[in-house]
């Protein structure tokens, strides 16, 4: 199967946001046929492990989010993936909500790469 022959998993460091990781890897390795029917769905759960009252988030999710995508960059690497063609619009969604989340210095340094990647992809 898809799965197996990449050897894809849920990474096991993420308790949330794990299916960050795991789409980004399996649409950039997907063979872009396209399946008619959902299989996945994601719904906006206000009582989520992720969410206070009131329905935000309450754990640091762009470090998250961010952090997982680099992963996924470095596993496509390692995959021979040398065209990542998410990446501009992820960098777009993670740039925006900086405005309101900070990234610690380790996950900075994560997204100065994927940026990097992205660009030379850009070229």
């Not at 759960?45 to 992963?71: A, C, K, M, Q």
């Not at 619009?89 to 989340?101: D, F, G, P």
């Not at 900070?102 to 997204?111: C, G, H, N, P």
């Amino acid at each position: 199967s898809f799965l197996k022959r990449y050897s894809i998993r849920f990474h096991p460091e993420f308790r949330y946001m794990e299916d960050s990781y795991f789409n980004s890897i399996c649409t950039e390795l997907g063979e872009g046929g396209t399946i008619s029917i959902p299989m996945y769905i994601w719904i906006n759960n206000p009582l989520s492990i992720t969410r206070i009252e009131g329905g935000s988030f309450h754990v640091d999710w762009l470090n998250t989010f961010t952090h997982g995508i680099y992963l996924s960059v470095k596993f496509l690497e390692e995959h021979g993936v040398t065209n990542i063609q998410h990446l501009p619009n992820t960098l777009k969604y993670i740039e925006k909500n900086m405005q309101n989340n900070t990234l610690s210095d380790s996950v900075q340094k994560e997204l100065e790469y994927i940026a990097q990647v992205s660009q030379n992809e850009e070229v």
